[in-house]
């Protein structure tokens, strides 16, 4: 509509223009924070879906549809959060029907309530989905496949299992210090050679105080602590084994295998 003059009543073309360059000048800044947006979500490591109050899709980005395999001809803004996942078991991804994993984020959903959980896909990979609510109404989750990082949880766990096996089938006692001279591994053949209780020589005990509590226990009747700790240290810097009471260095640490 024509600007007016407050005067006459006539169009004002100079006002005119005005108005019309602001209204430009709000589209074009508009226009620049949803590319801005867009290229800030196309660019996330991680797999995001926004929804409305309907539970209808706002948007959603690349590595979203990536992780679940969802084909972007059918993941349009406005699509239903149900047929998505309905979308995802006629594909053969979920390893669950729509339904099932529709009851499990719907309190989710209802409650406004943030969450964090799993999904197993049919293929195996794990997906960590962070739920969160928005403000007026709707939420946002994101998505990351954790496959790799729960892998390597399970192989340090098998790992740790392993080294408890081996440490508990010695025929030797052992104590493991690291590089600060704290002992962080003992095991239980150390203690049935000495005749000791864990609570003798507790984790985090230094070389030093071990010594001391042997010969205060009276295992150890001859012995010269400051000479035992100086002669380790200096094989420790070395990079040489002695063993006058056992110890073995090895990657900045020490152990200390004892036998009778």
Same mark, same amino acid.
């Given at each position: 509509m024509p600007v007016a003059d407050a005067k006459d009543g006539s169009t004002n073309p100079k006002r005119e223009a005005e108005g019309m360059d602001r209204?430009?000048?709000?589209?074009?800044?508009?226009?620049? #924070? *949803? #590319?801005?947006?867009?290229?800030?979500?196309?660019?996330?490591?991680?797999? +995001? /879906?926004?929804?409305?109050? @309907?539970?209808?899709?706002? %948007? /959603? *980005?690349? *590595?979203?549809?990536? %992780?679940? /395999?969802?084909?972007a001809s059918i993941i349009r803004p406005g699509i239903r959060f149900l047929d998505i996942l309905r979308h995802s078991v006629d594909i053969g991804i979920a390893s669950q029907t729509a339904d099932e994993l529709y009851a499990i984020r719907k309190p989710y959903?209802?409650?406004?309530?943030?969450?964090t959980y799993e999904e197993t896909l049919s293929d195996g990979r794990i997906v960590s989905i962070s739920h969160r609510p928005l403000a007026l109404g709707g939420w946002v989750s994101i998505y990351e496949d954790i496959t790799e990082q729960r892998r390597a949880q399970e192989d340090l766990k098998e790992q740790h299992r392993r080294f408890d096996a081996a440490l508990a089938n010695m025929?030797?006692? $052992? $104590?493991?210090?690291?590089? @600060?001279?704290?002992? %962080?591994?003992?095991?239980?053949? !150390? +203690?049935?050679?000495?005749?000791?209780?864990?609570? @003798? !020589?507790? $984790?985090? &005990? &230094?070389?030093?105080?071990?010594?001391?509590?042997?010969?205060?226990l009276g295992i150890y009747t001859k012995i010269d602590v400051d000479s035992e700790v100086a002669k380790t240290e200096a094989c420790l810097v070395a990079k040489k084994c002695i063993r006058p009471i056992g110890i073995l260095q090895t990657a900045g640490r020490f152990w200390s295998p004892a036998s009778r």
């Open positions: 209204s430009r000048h709000m589209e074009d800044e508009l226009r620049e #924070q *949803n #590319q801005r947006f867009s290229a800030a979500v196309e660019n996330m490591s991680h797999g +995001l /879906c926004m929804f409305d109050a @309907d539970e209808r899709m706002i %948007i /959603c *980005n690349g *590595n979203y549809l990536n %992780i679940f /395999c969802l084909e959903i209802d409650q406004a309530k943030p969450s025929s030797q006692g $052992l $104590l493991m210090y690291d590089a @600060d001279g704290k002992m %962080i591994v003992r095991n239980g053949r !150390f +203690l049935e050679l000495y005749n000791v209780t864990a609570a @003798d !020589f507790p $984790l985090g &005990t &230094t070389h030093r105080d071990a010594l001391e509590r042997l010969l205060e």
